[in-house]
């Protein structure tokens, strides 16, 4: 028997059920508002900031509109820009699922209403910052398409840039590296295969809690409501779902 952990599965299950396209906007805000942040953050010319590159990349991926591009990265380093702050939040789940929240908002009063009000309604429980975090580990992570390379060609070349891990399937390949290495291993990366959808700071669970198919269904709700929350960039959690949940959970 098979089991999926982690957030990646949540996202597939959410594909799966064929919700992507009332998603995309959403995307499109997210990845626009990174493109911002990380202008402003370091310098508005992307090789001399590995965070703009990495952004202008995942929104280049995601096919955002150049205009949409453009007017963020003028915002991001323009003194007249709305000032987007990053705050994490931290909290349980059903099954005792350990959850991280990451937003970039422009005002902390409405963001943290929003993500206290999902957890209260779906059976969570926001906690201090740090009350969850000790139980993921701190990765940079790269994601290319499976187009990219062949799954061997992947492993070579992600072995060969310095990368701690290489897991590849039809949904693309992931490749996980120390954070301090980020910048380097995609480096490698983009010279060998091409610049990669997604080069960020991720976290990854330590351990796992694993879920029966009725705490799982209100999981996924927890999930998805967090991540439709206007002001959340991304959701991580250390659920572990088997493959009769999983069948039973998009069926």
């Known amino acids: ?43 508005p010319d992307p090789s001399g900031n590995p965070r703009l590159r990495s952004a202008l990349q995942a929104a280049r991926a995601a096919n955002v509109p150049k205009e949409n591009i453009e007017r963020a990265i003028h915002r991001g380093s323009g003194a007249d820009g709305e000032a987007l702050e990053e705050v994490r939040y931290e909290g349980y789940g059903p099954a005792g699922v350990a959850i991280i929240v990451e937003t970039l908002t422009d005002n902390r009063n409405r963001t943290a209403a929003d993500v206290r009000s999902a957890f209260g309604k779906l059976g969570g429980s926001l906690g201090e910052t740090g009350s969850v975090s000790f139980q993921f580990e701190r ?3 790269l994601r290319f398409a499976a187009a990219a390379a062949e799954p061997d060609a992947m492993l070579e070349a992600a072995i060969e840039a310095g990368a701690d891990d290489c897991s590849s399937s039809e949904d693309g390949h992931e490749i996980l590296c120390a954070p301090d ?12 295969l091409g610049p990669p959808e997604e080069a960020r700071l991720g976290w990854r669970p330590q351990t796992t809690v694993p879920v029966t198919f009725e705490q799982a269904e209100t999981l996924f709700k927890l999930l998805e409501a967090l991540d439709e929350a206007d002001d959340v960039q991304r959701v991580v959690a250390n659920f572990e779902v088997d493959d009769d949940v999983l069948a039973r959970l998009t069926a």
């Open 1 to 43: 028997m098979g089991v999926m952990a982690g957030h990646s599965q949540f996202k597939n299950i959410m594909h799966r059920k064929g919700r992507q396209d009332a998603k995309r906007a959403k995307v499109f805000t997210r990845l626009v508002k990174e493109v911002q942040v990380a202008a402003r953050t370091g310098a």
């Open 139 to 141: 990765v940079g992570e």
């Open 181 to 192: 290495d980020l910048n380097t291993v995609r480096e490698s990366l983009e010279a060998a």
